[in-house]
């Protein structure tokens, strides 16, 4: 079930990416742009097996 919501994030992302892509203003097109690109990277990073692993290290958790 999670990789569902893990697959509408990366919609977001590229919805986002495609957006800021054909927007205006300058600003707008920059913010889109990166915020686009952080959810992919984030959606992607999350599929990957052993995702719960590399965030506890990026994270610094300690497991119990």
């Known amino acids: ?3 569902f919501y ?3 994030i990366l919609l977001i992302g590229v919805t986002s990416l495609v957006l800021g ?12 742009v ?5 959810t992919i990277t984030g959606s992607l ?4 097996p052993g995702s719960s ?3 506890a290290i990026l ?5 119990a």
Not at 34 to 38: F, S
Not at 45 to 48: E, I, R, T
Not at 59 to 63: E, L, R, V
């Open 34 to 38: 990166v915020a686009g690109v952080l």
């Open 53 to 55: 692993e590399i965030l």
């Open 6 to 8: 893990y697959l509408i």
């Open 45 to 48: 990073l999350l599929f990957l």
């Open 1 to 3: 079930m999670m990789g």
């Open 21 to 32: 892509l054909r927007s205006q203003s300058l600003n707008q097109k920059v913010i889109l």
């Open 59 to 63: 994270f610094d958790i300690k497991s």
